[in-house]
């Protein structure tokens, strides 16, 4: 008996693709190369840069540095199979690929795509339990609970179907093997069942990445933000934007190549931009969870710095200079602009909050003291 997969492999040879048609920007090896790999290398720093600043400053580690760890470590694994795949036919027509090394090409498939689903799940459920250390009360909280619930079932639920796309597993690369292996969704069982799984996950990661990024948005609206505030987070807006846009350009691609016809099937064709795309999505999702973390170190690093240039202190105090005769008392002790005799001779002026924070956070010094002396005729003194 003919399965639904070797019926649709005989139909895509009675209609094989031209031979001669060039190749889509996006399926060019020097484009997936260059467009995934220094993306890359910046989420890692940026996810060392956390790790340091949590363990070596802070002190304070938490699940939300652990999942991100984690979600790293996929991302890589993704990272190196989606390379290796380039090497065994990726960006070329499925008929096309020698079949000697097609099983290799779908096994290396196989991981980055579980992979890729996998780390998905990991960066959203560390982005919500860092949510979770900042939002101690308030209406933000339970709606962060509710959602890391709503995020960890989705991303159980897609992992399981990308790691266990057929049964057994090996019928993902070997569809000859006896008795057939039962696939279904990412194994590409037959056209609906795979156009569901690619369409369902794009639309749902999408939402999920938006509602998420919105989240610490309600925090830009409140007054009397600092400076430094606005900008961190509009650093934050800009890295999540990003994030949602490749989410949408992902949902646009899976659509797009999901028409319920047999090109759906070639897949190796079509499928270097969506994979482009999805490294370039949980990268810039890797570095929007973790510049939060490490930001203000390098502030500090840099106020620090500023402080060499701080060479000398004058330190300020008031106070009335005494006559030559020691039985005159101080003039003017009833003024209200003045001291009397028994209350002291000197008066610090102390700054503002704000200008305290300012000047600690910029120059590293603390506040400055100017000494003035005034004599019995009103003449001021340094």
């Known amino acids: 008996m003919v399965s639904a997969f070797e019926r649709i492999m005989l139909e895509m040879m009675q209609n094989p693709p031209d031979p001669n048609e060039p190749l889509p920007t996006s399926n060019l090896p020097v484009t997936m190369y260059g467009a995934t790999i220094p993306f890359h290398i910046l989420a890692w720093t940026a996810v060392l840069w956390r790790l340091y600043t949590r363990f070596k400053i802070v002190r304070e580690p938490g699940w939300d540095d652990f999942f991100v760890i984690l979600a790293a470590l996929f991302n890589l694994v993704s990272m190196i199979t989606f390379l290796e795949s380039i090497r065994h036919g990726m960006g070329k027509h499925l008929l096309s690929i020698d079949p000697s090394i097609l099983k290799t090409c779908f096994k290396w498939l196989y991981v980055q795509g579980a992979s890729y689903y996998t780390t ?48 057994p597993v090996s019928g993902f690369w070997d569809r000859m093997q006896q008795p057939p292996p039962k ?93 482009i795309i999805s490294c370039i999505e949980v990268d810039f999702a890797i570095m929007c969870a ?36 020691p039985d005159i008392e101080m003039d003017r002790p009833t003024s209200f602009k003045s001291n009397s005799s028994q209350e002291g001779l000197t008066k610090v002026s102390e700054l503002t909050k704000a200008d305290s924070l300012t000047r600690a956070h910029v120059t590293g010094t603390i506040p400055t003291k100017i000494e003035v002396g005034v004599d019995k005729k009103g003449h001021a003194w340094l």
Not at 246 to 275: E, G, Q
Not at 294 to 320: C, D, G, N, R
């Open 183 to 275: 696939c279904y969704g990412f194994g590409f069982a037959d056209l609906a069942g795979a156009t569901a799984a690619f369409v369902g996950f794009a639309a749902t990661n999408m939402f999920l990445d938006l509602v998420i990024f919105l989240i610490p948005m309600a925090e830009y609206f409140k007054p009397n933000l600092r400076r430094k505030e606005v900008l961190a987070m509009t650093g934050l807006f800009l890295l999540g934007s990003i994030v949602v846009l490749m989410s949408i350009l992902r949902l646009w691609t899976a659509a797009k190549h999901n028409a319920n016809d047999v090109s759906t099937f070639d897949f190796t064709w079509w499928y270097p931009l969506t994979l």
């Open 120 to 167: 998905t799940a990991l960066i959203k459920i560390s982005l919500l339990c860092q949510y979770l250390r900042i939002f101690r009360i308030g209406f933000l909280r339970p709606t962060c609970i509710v959602l890391l619930g709503i995020v960890t079932v989705w991303g159980v639920a897609f992992s399981f179907m990308a790691w266990f796309p057929c049964f």
């Open 290 to 325: 973790s510049m939060p973390i490490f930001w203000p170190a390098i502030v500090e690093s840099l106020s620090q710095i500023s402080a060499i240039f701080v060479t000398k202190e004058i330190h300020v105090t008031s106070h009335q200079r005494l006559d030559e005769d």
